[in-house]
Structures are given as C-alpha cells and as structure tokens.
C-alpha cells in the first residue's frame, strides 16, 4: 500500500471509530485507560528493550546528547507513563459536560453541551511518551487519532501502540480507535493535512520548520504551540526576597522552554536595591547578563541590550534586563514585545497587581509566581497538548477540554419559525 | 493615504483603542449602546435619505430586486435596528465571566476567566443592518473593530457609522474603537487579513466566492459562516401533524437561508401515511420534489432523485425526499451528507430521540421542532454574527461570547516550579 492510501485508509478507520468513541461512557473509558497503565507496567521490559534500539541508532547517527535523552526511555520514565494514564483516568471526563441551559418564551429548551471534535491527528518529534499523552487525552475526550512520531522513535512509538492497543481493545476501546503511521516518510504529513473531511484537528509538536509548514499547507485547523517570550516584571512594591527567587527559577530552572523568562523588567525604585543580589545569582549560574543603560550603571558589567534583544527568544542561559520607570511602562513593554505567552508581577501592592493582570494581554498572567508554572501538570489537566498563544479555540496550556468541541442541542414539541 | 496605509492607520487606532475596550465596565458598556439605539431613531430621516442614494444607483446599475430589497432602508428597520441595540446592551456581559476557579496542592489560585479578542475584523456585503449588528456584539464584548462594507451600501454605512461613533464618543467609547474602511477597492481587504499582528479576527458575510477567498488568503484567524444541508427525519413514532408542519416550515419559511431543510428523510413505516399529504402541501407550495425510488412508488410524480441530490444545497424551493427503513440509516445518511449545521429528528419516541440527538454530528439537533430555530435571536443571543460548521473556537449560531477569548490568572505567595 502506497503512503496516500495508507494514511487515508488509517484516516477513515479513525472517522469510523470516532463515532463509537463518541459514546463512550466515563466508566468505559476509565477502565480502558487503567488496563493500558497496567499493561505499560507489565511490558516495562519489552518497553525498554524496543527504546535501547531507537537509542542505539540515535547514538550511531550522531544525535545530540539532548536529543538522545529526549528519546531515552528508562525504569523511572515507564512508571511514569504508566502514572500519567493512571491519572488521566480520574480526570472529570469533559464529554456530555452541560455548559448552558435554557428555556425560550416559544417552549424550546436549548441545551449546549461538550462532544468530543471527533478525529485528532498528531504529529511530533522525539519523545516517546508524546505517544502515550495523546493516546490518553484522546480517549478521555472520546476522540479517535491517527499518529505520527518521529523515525528515530519509530521501535519505541511501535511498542507503545501494540500494548496500548492491545490492552486497548480487549477493555472496550472501538477498533480503529487509535491508529500509528509507520512510514518515516514525511509525505505522510503532506497527506494528513489535506483530509479535512476526515481529520477535525491537526496538533505539531516538533521543531518550529514543522509547525511552521503544518501552519501553512494544512487545510485541516491546526491548533498550535505557540512561542514564548515572558516576562516578570519586579514592582515598586516587591518583596525583594521573593522577587528573586521567583526571577531566578523563572530564567534558570528550565531554560529551554516555552514558559521560562526572556526578559526582566525592574521598577528604577527597586533597582539598586534587587539587580545587584539578583545579577550576582545569575552569574553564578552562568547567565549571559544583557541590560538597557540604566542597569548597567548599577551592573557596569552587563552586555549592553540592544533593541533586538526585546524580541529576542532566547531559550537559553541570556536574560535581557530592562529598568522601567513606572507600573504602565513595564505593561506597554510586555503587550509590545511580549509573544502572549505567560506574564508574572512580583508585587505586594494588590492595585497594582490587579492592574497588571487586566492590562497585559496574555494567555496566563502572574501574580507573585514564577512563569514557569503555566503548565498542564501544574495546572492540574494531568498531561498537556501545549500551549497555545493564539486566542482562538484554546488559549493557554491545553488538556483533554481543548479536545473538545460543543452541539447545541434542542428540545421542542412541535415550534416552527415564524 | 494609499489603501494600504489607511488600513493599516486604522488597524493601529483599532489597536490601540482595544486595550481601552477591554477595561470597560458593563454599565459603560451599556449606556454607549443606549446612547447609540436613541441616536439612531433620533437620526431616522438622515439614515433614510442617505440609505436612498444606495438604493437609487443600485437601481440605475440593475441591481436585482432582492439585492435592492436587502439594502433598503425603510422607518420600521431603522427601528428594528435601534431595538436591536437597546436589546444587545441589556445582554450579560459576556467579559470577566469567571469560567473556572481551583486552588492547587502547592496553593496558587488558579482563575480561567472570558476577556476581549481585541480587534475585530468584519468583511460584509449589501445589508447595512449588518454594520449595526457588528459594532453592537464588538461593544458588548469589548472589543474595537474594523469594518468593510460593500460599495452598494457605502452612503447607509457611512451614515450608520457617523452616527454611531457621535453617539458612542460622546458617552465614553475610546477614540479610534470603530474603524471603517470607506474604500470600495478589494485591495483594502487583502491588506486587512494580512495584519495578524494587530487584527485578531476577520469574520467575513457575504457570497461564498469572498469567504473562499479570505479563508485562503488570510493570516489572521478566520470565523465564517458554515455551508447548511439541512436534514429533518421522519420517524416511525413521529405525531404525523406535527411531522407535516416542521417539515413544511423547515423547508418553505424561507428556503434561501442555510437553516431551510434541504433533504426529507421519512421511515419506511410511515411514508405512505406521510407522504401524499406532505407532498400535496410541497406542491401547493410550488416546491419541486426529487424522490428516492421508494418515494416515486408512493408519489409517482416525484423527479427520481440523482445521487448529486443527497449532497445539494438548493437554497431554493426544491426538496429531495429519501425513505429509510431504520433510524440508524437515517443517522447514517445525516453523517454521510449533512454540512454538520442543523438537523432535526420528528418522534413521540423519547429513545428514539436521545439516540438521534446523541448520534448525529451536527452544531445544532432538534427534537420535535424545525431546522430554522436556528438562530442567534430565535436561541436569545440579541444578534449573532452567523453560524459556524466547523468544530474549532464557536459551533453554531454565533453571538457576542464567540467574539471573546480567556485568560489564566495565577495568583501565588511566591511559588516556583521545582
């Protein structure tokens, strides 16, 4: 079978099963999930054994020490695959949510409820347990999927699927619920993308090119992780102490990611008092400094910023610093170069915390809180999708709701339009 | 100023004026609307006059009568389009509406709440109550917009808009929050969907050529009305009478519109009962009939019905009529055919309906009630902006909470992420 048919004849699997899966009660798909925690637990070895050859491979080509521990599944990360089904289980389920009700002055009563979208299709890179979030988030919003991983997790993404669909079926699971693509071949994305008949939701989690061709040659809606360029911003009314711990976590304790911070914005009352400890701490650990002119007449030592730096995601151990004269200086800067990602104020002032949280336009706003902490995990949603910066759909970090759609539905006894 | 400039000077003021938009209060709100329902029928006669000009060169360019009629202005629509913004400013409040709030086990308050998209992208042809019905939902949902209207209403609009923004101005609506692109050159709508970085939607009304068009071209995100092939299904447990009045309805109160049943599905069990009454009242109607052959041997008359008749929309006076023999094949056929918009099941059989309603993969079902209840005001949203299809940000009919967005605010005591 050639790549286009075996995508479509994967694709209309999926739509076939989607209607099934649909009606699946929270019990049904709570006892799927724990029978695929449980098998994940018993194949842990069979797991493992599958990953060391993707793992080899990785080595033998040559991939990046991060990349390969990306990839690597050991003891530790299989019990936690199996804990985050586990957990996906209890979630709430989000389908058949009533979220309005109401009665017209004709007699219809008017029901909006939440229905699973219906197929998901996603597509990523890498990491293996990638495979198990989306299977589980699927299933709990009662939407079928087809699957792409990377090739260089190609054994690993195949074990995962053979257990998961196994323990899958024999609980329950609608045949052709949860579909794989085998082919390293990107054509297959090529071919996904332009089933919108079949396909209701494109999700990329990969590399920016990959989103970025998704994002234009899709014809299926692409629902998206966007860039993150965060800011925290230290008040006036700071308390010094927690303005740095939370500045330190929010640059250093990840820098690789969406949610750590770019740019520090400091009150000018506050500067002289915070930036020294606080440059101190960041060049302990091997932050490259880069400040505006006023921070470095207290730091001498920075690199100067330049106007790129406010635009800059660096994803890495550089912090741009920026001294700002008032509360609404910092809110202008963060809604001019901010990516609408994650927000944080340190201040024990609560107007201005207020002001700040309603006046910066972002997809989570922090107060006295680390950006960090804008994740589905911590949030509570037992796994995440991503997080979405675009303000269509879903904004912020996306669970099971997110896989999700509403139908209106309509009870009458007989009304017409008149 | 070139087109491109202007657009993008207008753009930036809608921008601009968004972040005010987003801080009013209900009340402010509120009385911006009232002030602009009593500027419009205080500014009846003006509205009328420059309405007339529209109407005269329509005329002169051989317009069509229903294009001509949609344009008209007359006193008792210029009410209806006051009433419409008294009505519009007494809606809750769709902004702040808090969605969710919990408290996490590392004690942050975590609050999802509804704010503003910001700018509000509106692309429209021929009727200039839609320039009223626009601003009224961007206002009650705190939002600034961008309108475009089309060149056969350019004085009504310019008009409306006048009136509007003195009215609005004058009670507290920021400078710069209405935006109107007085241009009848297309160009200015290509240059408006390629600013995503300051238009956060575009919502185009209009022929199906220029939502093609947009949908392709855009960058922003797009939110258009959704093609309707429209089912009503006959069970073998329908009330008869009632049966014959939705479907009369559905398919004759107005058949141009994308509510209007397009296709008759009838269970076997009944058909004979059903049809020849139905069939009379069609033809009394002039509705031209296309039946399955099942059909033809009951009304003999019928036009066979062609396989391209089970995917047509007619938006006309035509019906195909199709007899199955179970609920699960009239199901089937809906899922195979239906646009996903309104569908509509006719039963005294309460499992009959939950299965329907349950199984049928549309933005809105019916139950003993007619296709065209589908509607922003018909549901009690004061307006809407039309009715979607697709599953992603707002299924089905469209009001002021679909021009909204959310928002996470964390509040913490200085948490970090460990």
Avoid at 92 to 98: A, K, M, Q, T
Wanted: hydrophobic content about 40%; proline content about 3%.
């Amino acid at each position: 079978m050639g790549i286009k048919e075996d995508v479509l004849a994967k694709a209309e699997s999926a739509k076939s099963a989607s209607r099934l899966m649909a009606l699946l009660t929270s019990e049904q798909k709570s006892r799927i999930l724990m029978a695929m925690s449980e098998a994940i637990l018993n194949e842990k070895d069979n797991i493992i054994f599958h990953n060391s050859i993707d793992v080899e491979a990785a080595k033998e080509s040559g991939l990046s020490a991060s990349l390969i521990d990306r990839l690597t599944l050991d003891e530790k990360r299989v019990k936690a695959l199996a804990e985050s089904l586990a957990e996906i289980s209890n979630l709430p389920d989000p389908v058949g949510e009533v979220i309005s009700e109401w009665v017209r002055p004709i007699g219809i009563k008017i029901r909006k409820i939440r229905v699973p979208l219906g197929v998901v299709g996603m597509l990523y890179e890498s990491r293996p347990n990638v495979t198990v979030d989306a299977v589980a988030l699927c299933i709990i919003s009662g939407n079928a999927c087809i699957l792409k991983g990377g090739s260089e997790a190609i054994n690993s993404n195949h074990s995962l699927i053979k257990i998961l669909n196994e323990s899958g079926l024999s609980t329950g699971l609608p045949d052709g619920a949860i579909n794989f693509i085998e082919t390293a071949d990107r054509n297959s994305i090529v071919e996904m993308i332009k089933l919108d008949n079949l396909v209701d939701i494109i999700i990329p989690r990969g590399s920016r090119e990959m989103i970025k061709f998704i994002r234009e040659h899709s014809i299926v809606p692409v629902l998206a992780h966007g860039k993150g360029l965060c800011h925290t911003y230290i008040d006036k009314f700071a308390d010094i102490g927690m303005a740095k711990k939370i500045s330190f976590n929010a640059k250093c304790q990840r820098p690789g990611v969406c949610n750590a911070m770019e740019t520090l914005l400091v009150h000018k009352d506050v500067a002289s008092e915070f930036l020294p400890d606080m440059c101190k701490a960041y060049k302990e650990a091997n932050v490259e400094l880069r400040g505006c002119k006023i921070t470095k007449s207290v730091i001498p030592d920075v690199i100067e910023a330049k106007d790129a730096d406010w635009s800059s995601e660096y994803l890495d151990l550089i912090i741009s610093i920026k001294v700002v004269s008032s509360l609404d200086e910092a809110i202008e800067h963060i809604n001019v170069y901010g990516s609408g990602h994650s927000e944080s104020i340190v201040t024990d002032d609560r107007a201005c915390a207020e002001k700040f949280l309603a006046e910066v336009d972002a997809a989570a706003v922090f107060h006295n809180a680390s950006t960090r902490l804008h994740d589905g995990g911590v949030f509570g949603f037992g796994a995440e999708i991503g997080i979405s910066t675009q303000k269509l759909h879903a904004r912020g970090t996306m669970g099971a709701r997110e896989l999700t759609t509403t139908k209106y539905v309509v009870y009458g006894s007989g009304q017409i339009r008149e």
